[in-house]
């Protein structure tokens, strides 16, 4: 008997995509090292998929930063919550008339300092107590998980944090969910991932947005 007949194989399409995935790591690290490295840009720090991590395409997360930027306002607080690709979107943006921190389970997001607060959606109101409740302007949110319990538990923040305006980001099966837990309506705007996920991905808001 063949001993490599209880080995799992891998198809050729995952064995492909992991070359891919790896390929493109280290191309990422040489760009690092080489001159004009944005730390703050997208992909500077890699998606960990054990995290469930899947960063948004460029555009979508330039388009959700420049939404959050409009509806926080002059001088207004953003508070990206499990959403760093946005975060790290407004963060190019640095100097212009907000402010924004983000809520993260990943601690690389420290090198970020003092914006950085670690957050574990399984305890959603273990924050800082310099993190006064309805202290944000918009609440920018992608739960972890495609799971009701992760979403009830991630609005518990949300709902603490925001002064009224919220952004989620999740999969279009939460449409009741968010709704039921988070009175947000889906937006014709459809989100994209670096990364083709399989489930199909939607943004939800409780106001008037440029999202339609």
């Not at 390929?23 to 040489?30: A, F, I, P, S, T």
């Not at 930027?69 to 946005?86: E, F, H, N, T, Y």
């Not at 983000?102 to 800082?128: A, C, K, M, Q, T």
């Not at 991630?154 to 944090?161: F, N, P, Q, V």
Request: with cysteine.
């Amino acid at each position: 008997m063949d001993d490599d007949d209880d080995i799992p194989q891998l198809s050729s399409h995952t064995l492909a995509a992991l070359q891919e995935f790896y390929l493109e790591q280290q191309q990422r690290e040489g760009m690092k090292t080489s001159q004009g490295f944005n730390q703050y840009s997208i992909g500077s720090i890699e998606e960990d998929w054990q995290l469930s991590q899947f960063w948004y395409s460029d555009e979508t997360a330039s388009c959700l930063a420049k939404e959050a930027v409009l509806a926080a306002g002059k001088g207004g607080r953003i508070a990206c919550v499990s959403a760093p690709s946005v975060y790290q979107k407004l963060k190019e943006q640095d100097g212009e008339d907000f402010s924004m921190c983000i809520l993260e389970y990943d601690r690389r997001f420290s090198v970020y300092g003092e914006e950085f607060i670690f957050y574990d959606y399984n305890h959603p109101l273990d924050l800082p107590e310099n993190l006064l409740p309805h202290s944000f302007d918009i609440v920018v949110a992608d739960p972890p998980y495609l799971s009701e319990e992760c979403l009830q538990k991630t609005a518990e923040t949300i709902k603490y944090l925001t002064k009224g305006k919220i952004l989620l980001c999740t999969g279009a099966v939460m449409e009741e969910q968010a709704a039921k837990h988070l009175g947000v309506k889906m937006c014709k705007f459809i989100p994209k991932h670096s990364r083709n996920l399989a489930n199909e991905f939607r943004c939800y808001v409780n106001y008037a947005s440029g999202l339609d």
